[in-house]
């Protein structure tokens, strides 16, 4: 059975910062790409970052970028979304997706508040 098991989300003011974890089981962890998606109330769930499984190519959205880190530990079978200068539009909750080829896995979310 896969689980996908986010955790280090809370409450921030803005300007600082969050490490988001993802602890995947019952995969091959390496095999597969991993993302952070997000979504904010009233609004589609986005894409914020990619590192894929093969190299640790990464992407990030242009909202994000020079703030976010991505990053992976596939010893631990763990995936990172280190966040930095948080602003209140960064206020969501976050999710991580293991994909490969057509199978993808997703976590149950956590949530991020960015307010003072």
Known sequence: QVQLVESGGGLVQPGGSLRLSCAASGLTFSNYDMS?????????????????????????????????????DNAKKTV?????????????????KAAFFRTAYWGQGTQVTVSS
């Open 36 to 72: 952070w998606y997000r979504q904010a109330p009233g609004k589609e769930r986005e894409l914020v970052a990619t590192v894929i499984s093969a190299g640790g190519t990464t992407t990030y959205t242009d909202s994000v970028k020079g703030r976010f880190t991505i990053s992976r």
């Open 80 to 96: 990172y979304l280190q966040m930095n200068s948080l602003k209140p539009e960064d206020t969501a909750v976050y999710y991580c």
